[in-house]
């Protein structure tokens, strides 16, 4: 699901919070997240309107999800030289049986920047279905007795 240019524009931004913010009945999240990279629109007013929702109290932190490792580099880049907010965390898709999805650049840009990792899909939607097999499944199952 690709998000709709201007996803993270400013005034998007702003208005998604205040409609979080309703919808969950407080008045702080403590991390708010960009779903999906918006190369539409500039990191710096992405992160710029993250900065005033936080000195607004409106927000504790932001992370990044489904970022690859090349403009998560520059959001750290423009954080660090504008006195921006950084991403604290990145939710990427992975797990044991789609490892190259994280593991490689994106992996090493998160322990260069100190960026904490929260995966999805981190049990592959129940591919590995690790439960035990009952005593007549064995024989038929697909992946051999246990």
């Known amino acids: 699901m690709v998000p709709a240019e201007g ?3 400013g005034d998007h931004i702003k208005k998604s919070v ?3 913010l309703k ?3 407080t008045d702080h999240i403590e ?3 960009s779903h999906k990279d918006d190369k539409a629109t500039p990191l710096e007013e992405t992160l710029s309107t993250y900065g005033e929702l936080i000195k607004a109290g409106k927000l504790g ?3 990044a999800s489904n970022y690859d490792a090349p403009r998560l580099a520059e959001a750290a880049k423009i954080s660090k030289e504008k006195g921006l907010p950084r991403y604290e965390s990145l ?3 992975y797990n044991l049986m789609e490892r190259g999805l994280f593991e490689g650049a994106l992996e090493n840009e998160c322990l260069k920047e100190g960026i904490g990792v929260i995966p999805y899909y ?3 939607s129940g591919f590995p279905e690790w439960k035990v097999p009952r005593e007549g499944d064995v024989g038929s199952a697909q992946r051999g007795p246990a």
């Open 122 to 124: 981190s049990l592959a």
């Open 18 to 20: 205040d409609e979080s």
């Open 61 to 63: 932190a932001i992370g």
């Open 31 to 33: 991390l708010f997240q």
């Open 7 to 9: 996803a993270l524009k």
């Open 91 to 93: 939710q990427p898709h």
């Open 23 to 25: 919808r969950l009945n």
